[in-house]
């Protein structure tokens, strides 16, 4: 009869449904039936939950209050140094500034060439370099265009579709 009583608690317990008299009365019935191995693990789940959480001691408190004040003391001996740093920061920022558009030279640009021919001369062996430089990285793409026109070889493949199938777009 216990031992039935017993599963019947043990099965509301696990499902949530047990009110704290009927989890006193299933703790009773458990240490009551000592012998029985079947109960074991339930009887140690069931004795875990006796215990409480512990009171915190006097000195627990008091180490937890001194970790904190010696955090505050240590951020209200920062913030000097940072409002101190903030200014000088901006400072230096607003003093910057300042040069470089102060030296930033205002209109037109000079002539640097008295003779016409002669800057369109250095003008085209700019336009020159410029170009031969542009021209230097597209050597590798002729590999590419071998593989291209050896692949265009292939492409009567596509019209080689057995009957009953779908063109596959990435093919075309």
Do not use: C, W
């Amino acid at each position: 009869m216990e031992r039935e009583k017993t599963e019947e608690l043990l099965s509301k317990y696990y499902d949530g449904l047990t009110s704290p008299e009927e989890e006193k009365r299933l703790r009773d019935l458990l240490d009551a039936s000592v012998a029985d191995d079947e109960f074991a693990s339930d009887r140690a789940l069931l004795s875990a939950g006796r215990s409480g959480v512990p009171e915190p001691s006097a000195e627990f408190m008091g180490n937890l209050e001194a970790v904190t004040l010696r955090g505050e003391q240590l951020m209200v001996r920062r913030r000097p140094y940072r409002y101190a740093l903030s200014f000088a920061a901006g400072f230096a920022l607003l003093l910057g500034s300042y040069y470089i558009f102060r030296t930033v030279p205002s209109g037109e640009p000079a002539d640097t060439f008295s003779d016409p021919e002669l800057a369109m001369a250095e003008v085209r062996n700019i336009l020159l370099n410029v170009s031969h430089n542009m021209n230097t990285g597209t050597g590798a793409l002729s590999t590419i265009n071998t593989y291209d026109r050896s692949l265009s070889r292939l492409r009567y493949l596509n019209d080689l579709n057995p009957a009953g199938k779908k063109k596959d777009k990435n093919n075309e």
